[in-house]
């Protein structure tokens, strides 16, 4: 019976160091001293930096046809899920576009009616081609944008957009983490990119930036600044 009680105060004695929250710390300590010892510390908070930090970003290219191309950059370790790409317009604004080639319009009572009617669609807004696609950790994607007019003769003068994006890891862990890192606004895949598009150029704007594409085109067009709209615009 003495030999029992002994044990069972040893095994109590061990339980309550386990518990203890010194005991726990040093063991926590121990573990990180050896994960330092054999190389893998530096490339696990490395890994931790660059998942916290690296974002996944867009960048315009070039006009390509009469689209437009971009690229899209993974700069996180790793593999990115696209779940949404959208090109939306500004809807606090007035659209400008001009022809670029000769056409035979008809005058009415209501003014100049061009080939097709006055009215066109704009076939960048109907782009889901990225939506899914998987990119690679440390890697880039180009892609092309539809025009921003239906009409081969037309090309905008100054146009106010968005390109917005969400993306997310591929690694259902990691996507876990990350989903804890968006809650504590740490970390955040929906991205919205104000872009001011002048003679098929893609310029970034500030989101919170009230300029509008009147605003630009009665500023850089001589001729269209003697317009009546620019002179409401003053």
């Known amino acids: 019976m003495a030999k029992s009680k002994k044990r069972i105060k040893?095994?109590?004695?061990?339980?309550?160091?386990?518990?203890?929250?010194?005991?726990?710390?040093?063991?926590?300590?121990?573990?990180?001293?050896?994960?330092?010892?054999?190389?893998?510390?530096?490339?696990?908070?490395?890994?931790?930096?660059e998942f916290i930090?690296?974002?996944?970003?867009?960048?315009?290219?070039?006009?390509?046809?009469?689209g437009y191309e971009f690229k899209i950059s993974n700069r996180t370790p790793t593999d990115q899920k696209i779940e949404s790409f959208r090109i939306i317009p500004d809807f606090?604004?007035?659209?400008?576009?001009?022809?670029?080639?000769?056409?035979?319009?008809?005058?009415?009572?209501?003014?100049?009616?061009?080939?097709?009617?006055?009215?066109?669609y704009v076939p960048a807004y109907e782009y889901k081609g990225l939506d899914?696609?998987?990119?690679?950790?440390?890697?880039?994607?180009?892609?092309?944008?539809?025009?921003?007019?239906?009409?081969?003769?037309?090309?905008?003068?100054?146009?106010?957009?968005?390109?917005?994006?969400?993306t997310s890891s591929n690694n259902t862990v990691l996507n876990a983490f990350e989903r804890l890192l968006n809650f504590f606004n740490i970390r955040n895949g929906d991205h919205k990119i104000k872009y001011l598009v002048v003679e098929n150029y893609w310029t970034p704007m500030a989101n919170s930036d009230k300029t509008t594409a009147i605003q630009v085109a009665c500023r850089d067009d001589d001729q269209f600044a003697k317009s009546s709209i620019c002179k409401e615009q003053k």
């Open 10 to 49: 040893k095994n109590r004695r061990k339980n309550k160091q386990q518990n203890n929250p010194k005991s726990i710390k040093a063991q926590f300590n121990k573990f990180l001293i050896w994960l330092a010892a054999i190389g893998l510390l530096p490339i696990i908070l490395g890994f931790l930096h």
């Open 53 to 66: 930090t690296g974002d996944v970003e867009l960048s315009y290219k070039k006009p390509l046809g009469r």
């Open 92 to 120: 606090d604004q007035e659209f400008i576009f001009k022809i670029t080639k000769n056409v035979y319009g008809e005058f009415g009572p209501n003014g100049v009616s061009i080939p097709g009617g006055n009215t066109s």
């Open 132 to 166: 899914g696609q998987v990119l690679s950790a440390k890697t880039d994607m180009t892609f092309r944008i539809p025009p921003l007019s239906s009409r081969s003769y037309m090309q905008p003068e100054a146009l106010v957009l968005f390109a917005q994006y969400k």
